[in-house]
T-cell receptor, first 113, second 109 residues
Framework: GAGVSQSPSNKVTEKGKDVELRCDPI?????LYWYRQSLGQGLEFLIY????????KSGLPSDRFSAERTGGSVSTLTIQRTQQEDSAVYLC???????????FGPGTRLTVT | DAKTTQPPSMDCAEGRAANLPCNHS???????VYWYRQIHSQGPQYIIH???NNETNEMASLIITEDRKSSTLILPHATLRDTAVYYC??????????FGAGTILRVKS
């Protein structure tokens, strides 16, 4: 079946602009994560959605970052007033939740100029 | 979640077993040990997980010490395609999966 998909695959934006990154999880998966990975660095947790529970936003680096998950499926990560330090690969993962493994998408490479 | 400690890098000869250690001395009773890997420019990939008993699947084996303070991921016959960053994570139900720095495994011919 289809895996996790993310769009766009690449995004170049000017400093100060807003961007939206999309994640389509595997159908039926109840949990969804966003991570970011700067060049040569490890994965940095951003936000976690589990079913209808309030999302865990503890990893969002600033109030310029927000995310929503509509209808328990598609998720959008929004970065307002982008800064150069926001440049990274943004990865989305979905899972059945609980102890099930996460399935990762290919990521969106964001470059802020 | 319990903190895990891994060596920053390891080398392995192609065709030999790769043994990747992980220390998790503060792991709690309900935390599982998960392993993921990330091949260059790709998203991470799940490998295996376990609680107390040793586990084996088509990709790898996981050996967990009796006191659960450490574990070893074994790739029985490493290939060049196994070159990746390997992450060991202690994870329990209801918590979020958080990745550390991992171990860079370089498989050399």
């Amino acid at each position: 079946g289809a895996g996790v998909s993310q769009s766009p695959s690449n995004k170049v934006t000017e400093k100060g602009k807003d961007v939206e990154l999309r994640c389509d999880p595997i159908s039926g998966h109840t949990a969804l994560y966003w991570y970011r990975q700067s060049l040569g660095q490890g994965l940095e947790f951003l936000i976690y959605f589990q079913g209808n529970s309030a999302p865990d936003k503890s990893g969002l680096p600033s109030d310029r970052f927000s995310a929503e998950r509509t209808g328990g499926s598609v998720s959008t990560l929004t970065i307002q007033r982008t800064q150069q330090e926001d440049s990274a690969v943004y990865l989305c993962a979905s899972t059945w939740g609980g102890l099930y493994e996460q399935y990762f998408g290919p990521g969106t490479r964001l470059t802020v100029t | 979640d319990a903190k895990t400690t891994q060596p920053p890098s390891m080398d392995c000869a192609e065709g030999r077993a790769a043994n990747l250690p992980c220390n998790h001395s503060t792991i709690s009773g309900n935390e599982y040990v998960y392993w993921y890997r990330q091949i260059h420019s790709q998203g991470p990939q799940y490998i295996i997980h376990g609680l107390k008993n040793n586990e084996t699947n088509e990709m790898a084996s996981l050996i967990i010490t009796e006191d659960r303070k450490s574990s070893t991921l074994i790739l029985p016959h490493a290939t060049l395609r196994d070159t990746a960053v390997y992450y060991c994570i202690a994870f329990s139900y209801g918590n979020k999966l958080v990745f550390g720095a991992g171990t860079i495994l370089r498989v050399k011919s």
